[in-house]
């Protein structure tokens, strides 16, 4: 890099840069929902207590990370964790299913047995 690009890289990072009101404005609705689907995300609105979010403000400042993103790890360790109870309650009750014996197949596998 060279100086300027390193003036200007500095710039930005200490904030003299990039964080003036004068040049924010809102995207628009269509680049709203192209970032959304770019990155497979919707915005969402949640009503928590005050005192859970302090503190899991306080957690993630422990970790050095945002609380949102946190939050949203959090989330998706929790739905990992359930989908998997849920397939595993249904995979036994299909095994359940399956082990209850039927006439017909019953008849069938000694047949089988009895050949070999």
């Not at 970032?35 to 302090?54: F, G, N, S, W, Y």
Request: glycine share 6%.
């Amino acid at each position: 890099m060279n100086n300027i690009d390193e003036r200007i890289t500095a710039q930005w990072e200490s904030g003299d840069l990039g964080q003036d009101e004068a040049y924010v404005r809102r995207a628009s609705i269509d680049v709203e929902n192209a970032v959304e689907q770019a990155l497979a995300m919707k915005l969402v609105t949640i009503r928590l207590p005050i005192p859970m979010i302090d503190a899991l403000k306080a957690i993630a400042m422990h970790h050095g990370i945002g609380y949102q993103p946190m939050v949203r790890d959090l989330l998706g360790r929790f739905v990992d964790s359930e989908i998997r109870v849920i397939l595993e309650s249904i995979g036994k009750r299909a095994a359940e299913t399956s082990s209850e014996k039927t006439a017909p197949v019953d008849s069938f596998m000694e047949q089988r047995r009895a050949c070999g």
